[in-house]
């Protein structure tokens, strides 16, 4: 047994030795979509699960009326779930980006590194922004930037900086970017998505006195069409760079796509 986890070492060194940054960065992005797919997948259930279990019937007068004894935490829980799930994914997306920079300054050997390139006061925007002008203006790199899919992740810089600083308000700013997948404005939207059917009507004044008016929410699909979107995105970056897959076991171990 010492053998045999001792021979597993030595694989496992020499793979290591021999599979570049950005192969292990694509070990890194699938194992991270797997488990948060699963992650997300799980707590849609739970919540929907725990709303259900509250289920209760009234009878008046022959008549049955559904009532639910968490209608509250119907549209509370996931409200707050899934914004806290989008600003974690969002920030996934900065960082492997970041990481990417981070790996050409290293493999390039570039003069400029990405904290510089961040700190330098004529470079203004977000950080997925910044990180795509280095990737293309600094280290000379392909970038999807014209791609579907990086137009909807800069419309995400929107969301989740008004989620973060402004409690999901719609201003000016988000009003320009919506309609989007998976994103409503009518808090009662999420409410009869969790029960499963429409048993909440329009909230009207409700909705001001819980503190939702003008504000927007994420409905259950929107994080996995956000991690879509990022797996397909990656997948255009490496395929337009693929020569950055340069170690020598990158194209036994390192050749596949993303997917969710």
């Not at 799980?42 to 259900?52: S, T």
């Not at 203006?137 to 969301?159: D, H």
Request: negative net charge; glycine residues 6%.
């Amino acid at each position: 047994m010492t053998i045999g986890l001792r021979i597993n070492e030595e694989i496992d060194l020499q793979l290591n030795n021999t599979i570049s940054d950005f192969g292990k960065l694509k070990f890194e992005v699938r194992e991270f979509l797997k488990q948060t797919s699963s992650f997300i997948e799980v707590n849609e259930f739970q919540i929907k699960d725990m709303v259900k279990e509250s289920h209760y019937v009234v009878t008046h007068e022959g008549d049955d009326y559904d009532f639910y004894g968490m209608d509250t935490a119907s549209y509370w829980f996931p409200i707050t779930l899934r914004n806290s799930i989008f600003v974690s994914l969002y920030a996934f997306l900065e960082h492997i980006l970041i990481k990417i920079c981070r790996i050409l300054e290293k493999t390039k050997g570039l003069s400029t590194s990405i904290e510089s390139f961040k700190n330098d006061t004529n470079i203004k925007g977000p950080t997925i922004e910044t990180a795509r002008m280095y990737i293309t203006n600094v280290a000379g790199i392909n970038f999807p930037n014209q791609s579907p899919e990086w137009r909807y992740m800069k419309k995400c810089t929107i969301l989740r900086n008004s989620i973060v600083h402004n409690f999901a308000h719609v201003n000016d700013k988000v009003a320009m970017k919506l309609p989007m997948n998976g994103v409503t404005t009518k808090i009662e939207d999420v409410a009869n998505e969790v029960v499963g059917y429409n048993y909440f009507e329009d909230f009207g004044e409700g909705a001001s006195k819980f503190g939702f008016e003008n504000s927007f929410f994420l409905l259950s699909g929107f994080s996995e069409h956000f991690l879509r979107s990022f797996a397909i995105l990656l997948n255009k970056f490496f395929r337009m760079n693929i020569s950055l897959l340069d170690g020598r076991y990158d194209k036994e171990h390192a050749s596949f796509d993303f997917r969710v």
